[in-house]
């Protein structure tokens, strides 16, 4: 039945049993290869980029001024 933890585990056998026993481990191993970005805080000024930015961020209140 789908969408239950019992069809999850017969899917994920059923898979396994047609791919191999590393289809997880090959189709995550593919998503982890895939980004190319790096993250904010990638490159050569990156963290401290990620450290000033966010420096400023945590400045910035969302919350309303107090009116008196």
Do not use: C, H, L, W
Request: no cysteine; proline share 1%.
């Amino acid at each position: 039945m789908a969408g239950t933890k019992s069809g999850g585990q017969a899917a994920a056998a059923t898979n396994k049993k047609k791919y191999g026993s590393d289809f997880y481990a090959r189709i995550g191993a593919k998503g982890g290869k895939n980004g190319n970005t790096g993250g904010f805080a990638a490159g050569d000024a990156g963290r401290e980029r990620a450290r000033i930015y966010g420096a400023v961020g945590g400045r910035i209140s969302r919350r309303p001024k107090k009116t008196v």
